[in-house]
Nanobody
Framework: QGQFVESGGGLVQPGGSLRLSCAAS????????MSWYRQVPGKERESIAV????????NYADSVKGRFTITRDNTKNTVFLQMNSLKPEDTGMYYC?????????????WGQGTQVTVSS
């Protein structure tokens, strides 16, 4: 349930910023929590940020806390990830997905992701 199109990735120097966007379709967007995930080669895809249906409940992985900000626009079925003070270890493919408020399992199809590369 749900399809997602991620965009906004690119090559950035350490300390730089990027803003990722994820456009969702095929689901009642405002009824789902939305999460951003990061995957690096050879590792499991990990959840790094999640936002509740109204934008009030937000949680971050320790690795991005204080540097990344997740927001959503329910009028546009879009979730954003503002990434500041980027580090080389933030390099990876970034995906978004939806989950029901009472569960942790993503419900939608995985999109193509957007690549973030942090390098000098």
């Amino acid at each position: 349930q749900g399809q997602f199109v991620e965009s906004g990735g690119g090559l950035v120097q350490p300390g730089g910023s990027l803003r990722l966007s994820c456009a969702a379709s095929g689901l009642t967007f405002s009824s789902f929590y939305m999460s951003w995930y990061r995957q690096v080669p050879g590792k499991e895809r990990e959840s790094i940020a999640v936002i509740g249906t109204t934008g009030v409940n937000i949680n971050y992985a320790d690795s991005v806390k204080g540097r990344f900000t997740i927001t959503r626009d329910n009028t546009k079925n879009t979730v954003f990830l503002q990434m500041n003070s980027l580090k080389p270890e933030d390099t990876g493919m970034y995906y978004c997905n939806a989950r029901r408020p009472w569960a942790s399992t993503p419900v939608g199809s995985w999109g193509q992701g957007t690549q973030v590369t942090v390098s000098s």
